[in-house]
């Protein structure tokens, strides 16, 4: 199994920055992917950022340019830099990872959120 916990949410103006950090426990081994999701008000349910063991990453077109996706295999830990904040980016924003590798049951996993609120 693996457990999923997110930090570094919170208040910034726009054009801002956070840096979110997801630290992941248990079977990190099994992770193939993990990534962030968001869902704002009025909005349906928004992959923003994923990357995978072999390093591809994938941005969602909203947050091309402005965020950076990077992991730490050493500490367990994927990292979300968000700059250039503007206030349609704010939402709660969870962690995922899909635990798929070889000898591994496939099972997705979720963080319990951590809140961005991009705002003057």
């Known amino acids: 199994q693996v457990h999923l916990v997110e930090s570094g949410g919170g208040l910034v103006q726009p054009g801002g920055s956070l840096r979110l950090s997801c630290a992941a426990s248990g079977d990190t081994i099994c992770i193939s992917t993990i990534g962030w999701y968001r869902q704002a008000p009025g909005k349906e349910r928004e992959l923003v950022a994923s990357?995978?063991?072999?390093?591809?990453?994938y941005y969602a077109d909203s947050v091309k340019g402005r965020f950076t996706i990077s992991r730490d295999n050493a500490k367990n830990t994927m990292y979300l830099q968000m700059n250039s904040l503007k206030p349609e980016d704010t939402t709660v924003y969870y962690c995922n990872a899909d635990a798929d590798a070889l000898g591994c049951v496939r099972t997705d996993y979720w963080g319990q959120g951590t809140q961005v609120t991009v705002s003057s």
């Open positions: 990357i995978s063991f072999g390093g591809s990453t």
